[in-house]
C-alpha cells in the first residue's frame, strides 16, 4: 500500500502571528488535571477486579495523555517549525482509532456486570466459584477487546496516509472512504451504544413491570 505523506514538510505554513492559543493551554491543563484526578478511583476499581471500569479510565486516561503532550508539541499553527511526529504519531493513529471502540465496548461491559448483579430472578447465585470466574472474566475480556483487537490488527487496511497533524489536536489518523472502513470501525461504537442501552435499561425496575 502507497501510503500518502500529509506531515509537516509537506504542508504550506499560514501566515504568521503564531500566537499560543487559550486551547493550547486549557487542553494541556485540563488533560493534566483529570488524569490524576482518575488515579484514585482506578485505584479503588482495581482492588475490587472491576476489568471493564478499569479498562475505561485507563483509556481515557491515554487519550487525554496524548492531548496533554499533543498540545505541547504543536501548540500552534507554525509548521515550519512543527516537529515531524514519526514514532509518536504512527503509535497514536492505531491506539486512538480503536479508543472510540474500546470505551463503548467496556462501558457497554460494565452496564452488562451491574444489569446482571441486581437480577437476582435470573441470576441467583451469590457465591462463585473458581471455573465460573474464570469463565466470567473470559467472557468480559472478550467482550471489551475482541473487536478493537480486530480493529487494531486490520487498522492497516484501512490507511490512506501515515498520519496528519493538526495544531494543538496533534496525531490524526488518516482511513479510507470505504464500507471496509465502515464495516470494521464506524458501526461499532454505535452498536455498543446500543447494547449499552438495553443492559441500562434492565437496571430500570419498572422494565420488568
Known sequence: ???VDITPSTMDPPPGPYPTSINTILCSLFSGVIIIALIAPFLSLHAAKQLSACTVIIVTQLVLFFTFINAILWPN???ANWWNGHGLCDIEVIVRSVSITLIASS???LTRNL???V???NNPCLFESAGMKR???AVEILFCFGVPFI???CHYFVQAGRYAILAVYGCTDVISNSWFTVFLFIIWPPIFCLLN???ASKLNPMSKT
Open 135 to 137: 469463565r466470567r472474566l
Open 197 to 199: 442501552c438495553y443492559y
Open 107 to 109: 462501558t457497554a461491559s
Open 115 to 117: 444489569s446482571q448483579a
Open 77 to 79: 499553527d507554525n509548521i
Open 119 to 121: 437480577d437476582v430472578d
Open 1 to 3: 500500500m502507497d501510503f
Open 151 to 153: 480493529q487494531l490488527i
